[in-house]
């Protein structure tokens, strides 16, 4: 089994049907919980080194929303690193933090005189957190692949 099939097994996994109520109080009838496979090592490294291979030469920096993007920003960085290209990472709140440095960007500084290109994974601006992912929408399910 290629990786690309062995993510795409493991991501089947996570997705659910049916009646879901979310933190909101709104209902679903579908949800991805893709936390399943990127707080799992094998996931991870998948997830992490396929991420790379995608956006490998394409971008300076990769980043996200904390909590969710967390382990898979670390992960991108990491591959990036052991392929001999590292990219900088970092993570964004939704406010500052109250403490600390009261940042809401965290990471190395991005150099905004390079031209420096990032690319930060998120969802669409007010969907929740349950909405399908775009490459979902763009895939048949079940049964789908392709998903890189």
Same mark, same amino acid.
């Not at 799992?40 to 969710?68: H, I, K, N, Y």
């Not at 940042?103 to 399908?132: D, F, K, Q, W």
């Given at each position: 089994?290629?990786?690309r099939e062995d993510?795409?097994?493991?991501?089947?996994?996570?997705?659910?049907?049916?009646?879901?109520?979310?933190?909101?109080?709104?209902?679903?009838?579908?949800?991805?919980?893709?936390?399943?496979?990127?707080?799992?090592?094998?996931? %991870?490294?998948?997830?992490?080194?396929?991420?790379?291979?995608? %956006?490998?030469?394409?971008?300076?920096?990769?980043?996200?929303?904390?909590?969710?993007?967390?382990?898979?920003?670390?992960?991108?960085?990491?591959?990036?690193?052991?392929?001999?290209?590292?990219?900088?990472?970092?993570?964004? $709140?939704?406010?500052?933090?109250?403490?600390?440095?009261?940042?809401?960007?965290?990471?190395?500084?991005?150099?905004?005189?390079?031209?420096?290109?990032?690319?930060?994974?998120?969802?669409?601006?007010?969907?929740?957190?349950?909405?399908?992912? $775009?490459?979902?929408? $763009?895939?048949?399910?079940?049964?789908?692949?392709?998903?890189?």
């Amino acid at each position: 089994m290629s990786d690309r099939e062995d993510l795409q097994a493991m991501l089947s996994e996570t997705i659910q049907t049916g009646a879901i109520t979310l933190a909101s109080g709104r209902t679903t009838d579908f949800y991805f919980d893709g936390r399943l496979v990127t707080l799992d090592p094998r996931g %991870l490294s998948l997830v992490s080194r396929l991420s790379f291979e995608r %956006l490998a030469g394409r971008c300076e920096a990769v980043g996200g929303p904390t909590s969710g993007a967390d382990p898979i920003v670390a992960g991108i960085g990491l591959a990036s690193h052991e392929a001999g290209s590292p990219l900088r990472t970092f993570f964004t $709140r939704k406010e500052a933090k109250g403490h600390g440095m009261g940042r809401r960007i965290e990471g190395p500084p991005l150099n905004e005189e390079t031209g420096s290109s990032s690319s930060t994974m998120s969802r669409p601006a007010g969907a929740p957190s349950s909405s399908p992912p $775009r490459w979902w929408r $763009r895939r048949p399910a079940p049964g789908w692949s392709g998903l890189w």
